[in-house]
T-cell receptor
Framework: SQTIHQWPATLVQPVGSPLSLECTVE??????LYWYRQAAGRGLQLLFY??????ISSEVPQNLSASRPQDRQFILSSKKLLLSDSGFYLC???????????FGDGTRLSIL | SQELEQSPQSLIVQEGKNLTINCTSS?????LYWYKQKYGEGLIFLMM?????EEKSHEKITAKLDEKKQQSSLHITASQPSHAGIYLC?????????????FGKGTKLSVKP
């Protein structure tokens, strides 16, 4: 069966520090991968998606970047965090279009 | 762009009562997904609806997609404390990016024992 792992579960970082959040999927090949941010009162916002290794698309302009160095690995990064980057970050995978996405447990990021 | 509006935003019910959550789209729905989320955790997939008039059930939860495919409802029968959480609807974005979804803001459900 397929599983998705995200880490860390929580992270507290100072403003201006770098960020690296990792997501890995097991039990499937060539999945679509997604990074979302969930902020209070704003719902779930898609940040990046990837349909294959090295292929990244951004949905919103922002201070973050994403990379997919391996088929089942998706990384969310920042060189310098802003206060506005605080939130709950969720990684998800999907097999193909019109199939449900499956989510990781999320990372709670607090910026001080 | 397409938007999903969920109602109510929050709901408190007594254990054993039935309840309904609605998800209304500004455009035709081609794939509608219901998820449940407990605070601070990931989303758990519940059901997917694609055809107008389609209805699916899992245990005490039933989801429907209306004939015109612009609204979906999630109905819980005889609610239990384990049903508490945030329910989100998500929809495919036809003509958009690969497999991307848009989401409603969620409905927070509390069940009083």
């Amino acid at each position: 069966s397929q599983t998705i792992h995200q880490w860390p579960a929580t992270l507290v970082q100072p403003v201006g520090s770098p960020l690296s959040l990792e997501c890995t999927v097991e039990g499937t090949s060539n999945p679509n991968l997604y990074w979302y941010r969930q902020a209070a009162g704003r719902g779930l916002q898609l940040l990046f998606y990837s349909v294959g290794i090295g292929q990244i698309s951004s949905e919103v302009p922002q201070n973050l970047s994403a990379s997919r160095p391996q088929d089942r690995q998706f990384i969310l990064s920042s060189k310098k965090l802003l206060l506005s980057d605080s939130g709950f970050y969720l990684c998800a995978w999907g097999d193909k279009n019109n199939q449900p996405q499956h989510f990781g447990d999320g990372t709670r990021l607090s910026i001080l | 762009s397409q938007e999903l509006e969920q109602s109510p935003q929050s709901l408190i019910v007594q254990e054993g009562k039935n309840l309904t959550i609605n998800c209304t789209s500004s455009k035709t729905l081609y794939g509608l997904y219901w998820y449940k989320q407990k605070y601070g955790e990931g989303l758990i997939f519940l059901m997917m609806l694609q055809k107008g008039g389609e209805e699916k059930s899992h245990e005490k939860i039933t989801a429907k997609l209306d004939e015109k495919k612009q609204q979906s409802s999630l109905h819980i029968t005889a609610s239990q404390p384990s049903h508490a959480g945030i329910y989100l609807c998500g929809a495919d974005t036809p003509g958009g990016s690969q497999g991307n979804l848009i989401f409603g803001k969620g409905t927070k459900l509390s069940v009083k024992p």
